[in-house]
């Protein structure tokens, strides 16, 4: 099935390319990178994989789907025609508060694929 980085997940991916390089350096970036693009593969060839965010479980919305990647979470949506990744971050980091800034200040991190 095909996948789609929405915009607002290449941004995340940009934001923590610079924050680990920035602070652990270039191979540690590598490292991580890889292990996101075997995630994305794996997504890819198996979208219903992934479990639910318990973050969204508990708000009874299931309809996205993660997987862990390293440290990193990516969260994504199956749809029918392809696998839509909405969000890279750190597992540490608030996803529920993410995902409402996100809802709240759409304009601020379009979530709309690239073209």
């Known amino acids: 099935m095909k996948v789609v980085f929405l915009r607002s997940a ?3 991916l940009k934001d923590l390319r610079t924050y680990i390089v920035r602070n652990f350096g270039k191979d ?3 490292a991580t990178y890889g292990k996101i693009k075997e995630s994305v593969a794996m997504i890819q060839d198996h979208p219903k994989a992934g479990g639910v965010p318990p973050e969204l479980e508990s708000l009874n919305i299931s ?4 997987v862990l990647s390293g440290i990193n979470r990516i969260v994504y949506e199956p749809r029918d025609d392809a696998t839509y990744i909405h969000l890279i971050c750190d597992t540490r980091r608030d996803l529920q508060g993410l ?3 996100r809802i709240v200040s759409p304009a601020a991190a379009d979530s709309r694929p690239r073209n």
């Open 10 to 12: 290449e941004a995340d």
């Open 28 to 30: 540690v970036w590598l």
């Open 63 to 66: 309809q996205y789907r993660q």
């Open 99 to 101: 995902l409402m800034k």
